[in-house]
């Protein structure tokens, strides 16, 4: 978190100092090399995002994250070994596995101007006029029988 920053993001002082630290020892203990980069955490909390370098663009793949809002939210308490109450940290993830970060990933990546292979519809063929539409579906036909995902529309203005 930036200093100067500071009226933009949730949680106090000492929460991200702590969550910061403890996010940089988990880090080091598992030998991973990392580089701090201020003003990048989200509003909530402190993060570590795993990023690849693909021949384009970096990707964030994946995050862990502390959240200092939904516990402040919903109120949320425990009992603590002194006996009292204490506001859990929340820390979540978001795992590079699941089928809709994978999807996100890529939608992202190519801003949804999806290549060709990866495009729901890899042809769209648009008849200019009536006389067109039976020509435009034999060639939606025969696309479809490449395995070409290929749909034909009719014109509808006039």
Not at 5 to 27: H, I
Not at 34 to 57: C, M, N, Q, R
Not at 84 to 100: I, K, N, W
């Amino acid at each position: 978190m930036n200093p100067d920053d500071r009226k933009n993001f949730l949680g106090t002082d000492e929460q991200w100092a702590s969550s910061t630290k403890s996010l940089e020892t988990a880090l080091k203990r598992r030998n991973i090399e990392y580089k701090t980069i201020p003003g990048e955490a989200a509003f909530y909390g402190p993060k570590i995002d795993v990023k690849l370098v693909d021949a384009i663009a970096p990707l964030q793949l994946s995050t862990v994250q502390f959240d200092f809002n939904l516990p402040q939210r919903f109120d949320l308490e425990y009992v603590g070994e002194d006996g009292q109450r204490h506001q859990p940290l929340m820390v979540h993830r978001a795992l590079y596995g699941s089928m809709e970060r994978f999807f996100g990933v890529l939608i992202e990546h190519y801003s949804g101007a999806f290549p060709v292979w990866l495009s729901p519809v890899q042809v769209a063929l648009i008849p200019i006029s009536e006389r067109h539409l039976e020509y435009a579906q034999k060639v939606a036909n025969q696309l479809k029988g490449l395995a070409c995902a290929s749909k034909s529309t009719a014109a509808t203005r006039k």
